[in-house]
């Protein structure tokens, strides 16, 4: 089976510019999550789709927006791009939604590693 | 906000030698997770905790879950070269109607073969 893979795997961006990133999840998971990566926050949890609603949020601006396709793809976007945002993105997908006292394991892919110049 | 005090922060030891990380919160959760990033990859998910004082073994890997609900360790005998990496912990909690993930910043691994 493949694993979750994320396109592009790399890059560079202005600010001001505005980015869309793709993560195609494993066959059959329904559930995406989207987080930013970076040495000084760690892994900071930007959100949750599932069967193309959002069903969580983490504390990131409105420039900061995603959607989930019916094929379980998703899509993240970043508007008006700042020099705080350069990151590995990374997108993790899990068969269904977590519930509160239980954990779905998360299959993370390799992540977009973007600049902002 | 809930923030995970992972530590130490980096470890660099010899080939064979045991390892011992842990995490820390002032907040209780409810399920601990332990992963491992190699570069240039995505984290991998090593152990789950769902019960506290769970002691949970992968291996050479054994992580438990504090009794407090506010911490966890990630021991790892006998370590080999291919254990390299950075090891996360993670606590999940619940928040209203919502479940938050909140991350530790990682633990660096160098073995010295």
């Known amino acids: 089976k493949a694993g979750v893979t994320q396109t592009p795997r790399y890059l560079i961006k202005t600010r001001g510019q505005q980015v869309t990133l793709s993560c195609s999840p494993i066959s059959g998971h329904r559930s995406v999550s989207w987080y930013q990566q970076t040495p000084g926050q760690g892994l900071q949890f930007l959100f949750e789709y599932f069967s193309e609603t959002q069903r969580n949020k983490g504390n990131f601006p409105g420039r900061f927006s995603g959607r989930q396709f019916s094929n379980s793809r998703s899509e993240m976007n970043v508007s008006t791009l700042e020099l705080g945002d350069s990151a590995l993105y990374l997108c993790?997908?899990?068969?269904?939604?977590?519930?509160?006292?239980?954990?779905?394991?998360?299959?993370f892919g390799p992540g977009t590693r973007l600049t902002v110049l | 906000g809930q923030q995970l005090n992972q530590s130490p922060q980096s470890m660099f030891i010899q080939e064979g030698e045991d390892v011992s990380m842990n995490c820390t919160s002032s907040?209780?959760?409810?399920?601990w997770l332990w992963y491992k990033q190699d570069p240039g990859e995505g984290p991998v998910l090593l152990i789950a905790?769902?019960?506290a004082g769970e002691l949970t073994s992968n291996g050479r890997l054994t992580a438990q879950f504090g009794i407090t609900r506010k911490d966890s360790f990630l021991n790892i005998s006998a370590s080999i070269p291919s254990d390299v990496g950075i090891y996360f912990c993670?606590?999940?909690?619940?928040?209203?109607?919502?479940?938050?993930?909140?991350w530790g910043l990682g633990t660096s691994l160098a073995v010295n073969p």
């Open positions: 905790l769902y019960k």
């Open positions: 907040s209780i959760f409810n399920t």
């Open positions: 993790a997908s899990s068969p269904r939604a977590g519930g509160f006292n239980s954990y779905n394991e998360q299959f």
């Open positions: 993670a606590g999940q909690f619940r928040a209203g109607n919502n479940r938050k993930l909140i």
